[in-house]
């Protein structure tokens, strides 16, 4: 009888172990793919960043407070990747 609840025991210490183990590990795998996540995404916004032409524009100014002559609000924006005022210097 009592060699039953000492098995018993020993596997429920095991089963505790092997849950532990597994709650680890699935926590250690949401935080790396949570992090590999946030990497593509930083990489496919500097991507869209990088296709803004408004720096080589003849009409943009490099000024904060008037950025383009052309189109002032658009300037530096993702809305101004097709900027139908464009003209390169």
Known sequence: MFQLGKIIAEANILVLVMLRFLLA???IGIFAWSFFRAIVSGFLIANKMHQIPCTKCQ?????????????????NTEEAINCADYQSR
């Open 25 to 27: 590990c699935s926590i």
């Open 59 to 75: 009409f943009f100014t490099n000024d904060y407070r008037l950025k383009c002559t052309a189109q002032p609000y658009l300037a």
